[in-house]
């Protein structure tokens, strides 16, 4: 529609059009202020301000924009430490939740799960999860996996879990993609499957999950799972888990480098990747 274009236009730094959408904002169009929301939250055009993003997107909010609920609780859940509130997180996720947004739900559920802003309750986190799910949101099957894959107020049920990061894996959701492979590396829940394994955790790992990368960099540098060993792509791996914090790999990485495992020896490459490790 007419607003919409206008946010693209806006979007891609067209003044015009952005002043053009906040009139319509100003004049109590709620989908106009939702996005002078997002210019303010993403710094296009508008200058990056999450407090004005804030007012405008309540000004959505309270004619029932369910996108903008949203939003303000990405915003009170991420933003800076002086305006971070995840009670009000919850509460924004709640009110999108209850108008059917799936983002919310699932996001609901997680602060709930955790006992983010409020106390733990993980009946109402998996009931949420459940409804997002039936919505196709694939960050929801993942995280309602991991509560069968770990029992947290459910009973463990490995077929549940792996049924639910495979419908979650097929949306192309990286940590699904992990933890499908090592169900099926493993056998657990499913027929073991070394080929299908293999595949969606060097899936994964190419779309930078951390988690899988270690894992493949794991699986190259034993010769596991029919692949045959290859310190040197282990090792490329590991660094790339390494670079983003991941302090499993950051510690192998430190021992790889001491012992010069697919790299030439470099006790000063290890020294760092220990330090980093500890940090």
């Known amino acids: 529609d007419a607003v919409r274009a206008l946010a693209l236009k806006a979007r891609d730094g067209d003044a015009q059009a952005a002043t053009a959408l906040e009139k319509a904002a100003g004049g109590g169009d709620s989908a106009a202020a939702f996005y002078v ?16 993003a804030i007012e405008w997107f309540k000004r959505a909010a309270v004619k029932g924009h369910a996108g903008a609920m949203h939003q303000l609780g990405t915003v009170y ?40 802003g409020g106390s733990e309750d993980l009946q109402a986190a998996r009931e949420w999860y459940e409804k997002a799910v039936a919505q196709g949101q694939p960050r929801a099957m993942f995280l309602l996996g ?12 490995d077929a549940r879990a ?40 060097r899936r994964a790992a190419m779309k930078g999950e951390p988690d899988a990368q ?21 090792v490329r791996w590991l660094s790339k888990a390494a670079e983003q914090e991941h302090a499993e790999a950051q510690f192998a990485l430190a021992i790889v480098y001491d012992e010069g495992r697919g790299v030439r020896r470099d ?13």
């Open 37 to 52: 929301g997002q210019l303010y939250l993403q710094g296009r055009v508008k200058t990056h301000s999450p407090e004005h």
């Open 77 to 116: 859940e991420r933003a800076p430490a002086h305006l971070r509130d995840l009670a009000k997180a919850r509460e924004w996720y709640r009110r999108g939740a209850e108008h059917n947004s799936a983002p919310s739900q699932t996001n609901l559920g997680f602060l709930l799960q955790e006992g983010r």
């Open 146 to 157: 991991m509560l069968y894959f770990d029992a947290r107020g459910v009973e463990r049920d």
């Open 162 to 201: 792996a049924g639910l990061f495979k419908d979650a894996a097929d949306k192309g959701d990286p940590k699904a993609q992990y933890r499908l492979a090592i169900m099926l590396g493993a056998g657990r829940g499913v027929a073991r499957d070394e080929r299908a394994a293999i595949e969606l955790a």
């Open 214 to 234: 270690y894992y493949f960099a794991a699986v190259l540098a034993r010769g596991a799972l029919g692949l045959p060993k290859d310190e040197p792509e282990a």
């Open 267 to 279: 006790p000063q490459s290890s020294q760092a990747a220990g330090r980093a490790c500890d940090q």
